[in-house]
Nanobody, 124 residues
Framework: QVQLVESGGGLVQAGGSLRLSCAAS????????MGWFRQAPGKEREFVAF????????DYADSVKGRFTASRDNAKNTVYLQMNSLKPEDTAVYYC?????????????????WGQGTQVTVSS
């Protein structure tokens, strides 16, 4: 079992920045690749970012490429999502998730463990 707890969400103006954190506990953190997803009201959960177990490999949704950066500190069992140049369309609940699979990382089905989510609201 892996427990994930997100933090760092909040209300920010368009163009601003936030850094989300996801703290993991339980089984070996380095056994898992990590993903960030988001879900806006009335929409399906969508892939935002992926970072592999070592932190060397990352991938991003086209909508956030160049603005968001995923990183992880395995010594602290924590993964981060730095979000810059935020837009109103980034408003959503953001979730971190853990996956033992190194492929198809954009699919929520590949993730075994999920956090409770943290709200990000970007005002125009």
């Amino acid at each position: 079992q892996v427990q994930l707890v997100e933090s760092g969400g909040g209300l920010v103006q368009a163009g601003g920045s936030l850094r989300l954190s996801c703290a993991a506990s339980g089984r070996a953190f380095t056994s898992y690749h990590m993903g960030w997803f988001r879900q806006a009201p009335g929409k399906e959960r969508e892939f935002v970012a992926f970072i592999n177990w070592s932190g060397i490999s990352t991938d991003y949704a086209d909508s956030v490429k160049g603005r968001f950066t995923a990183s992880r500190d395995n010594a602290k069992n924590t993964v981060y999502l730095q979000m810059n140049s935020l837009k109103p369309e980034d408003t959503a609940v953001y979730y971190c998730a853990a996956s033992p699979y190194g492929s198809v990382w954009y699919s929520p089905d590949k993730y075994n463990y999920w956090g409770q989510g943290t709200q990000v609201t970007v005002s125009s």
